[in-house]
């Protein structure tokens, strides 16, 4: 469903990140204006939600979504399997518990998971605070299923596949030590030894220079344990004891 205009977006988001619960007249304003509701807010806001109702109501057609006014404010009741955030949020949570049995196809499970995602959590909408809120859970979410997959993978023994996606990672702009150690190991089993002590001292710099700390010290040993060739790096080992 394509929604044009700012506000319509930012109260399609409220209602979708209220997750079936009512919104508030008070809170849909407070998203939608913050503290500078416009004269006459009342109008406006019954205006935008007749337009989002007219919308939704055409292209629903006769699947259960729609916006329903109740005396504690309005909510959107959705079709199970419609909301990609939804969705995501449940195979995160079947894969994580199928890791534990069956590595390979949890990562499969996780990766159809990680496709559901277009962009940022609620694209361009940056109004409110509960918006705000929910897509950093959402955003959370995505780091967990990520740092999540690769574990998987190296389990699997699929280390080399990894190895783009977690280089782009780890350049990012937000710094991630989980993503450099998962690097450094799927490095290390491809035969890729200075290559991953580069990329410790990479992470290193970077947290010096933009934060003014250290690595974590699981970062360090695991530093040390591949310049010693430690036995859990190798393949098919549990690389988890690293960490403890």
């Not at 530093?223 to 010693?228: K, M, P, T, V, Y």
């Amino acid at each position: 469903m394509n929604i044009t205009g700012t506000l319509q977006r930012a109260l399609l988001a409220t209602l979708l990140a209220a997750e079936g619960i009512p919104v508030s007249v008070d809170s849909l304003v407070a998203e939608l204006w913050g503290d500078s509701p416009p004269p006459h807010w009342e109008n406006a806001l019954q205006a935008h939600i007749s337009r989002l109702r007219r919308r939704i109501n055409a292209v629903a057609g006769d699947r259960p979504t729609r916006l329903i006014v109740e005396h504690s404010g309005y909510r959107l009741q959705t079709e199970e399997g419609t909301v990609d955030a939804k969705v995501f949020m449940r195979k995160l949570d079947n894969a994580r518990l199928l890791g534990a049995t069956d590595p390979r196809t949890a990562a499969d499970a996780l990766r159809d998971a990680l496709s559901l995602w277009r962009g940022k959590a609620f694209g361009l909408v940056t109004h409110g605070s509960l918006c705000r809120t929910v897509a950093q859970r959402y955003e959370t979410a995505r780091v967990v299923a990520l740092e999540t997959l690769f574990d998987l993978e190296l389990r699997s023994g699929r280390h080399t596949d990894i190895i783009p996606m977690l280089s782009e990672l780890v350049e990012a702009p937000t710094l991630n030590e989980r993503f450099c150690e998962q690097l450094m190991i799927a490095l290390y089993r491809s035969g890729q030894q200075a290559r991953a002590l580069s990329s410790y001292l990479r992470m290193r710099d970077r947290l010096d220079d933009e934060l003014g700390v250290e690595p974590t010290i699981t970062l360090r040993n695991l530093f040390n344990a591949i310049l010693n060739h430690h036995p859990a790096l190798r393949l098919g080992a549990d690389h988890a004891v690293l960490r403890a």
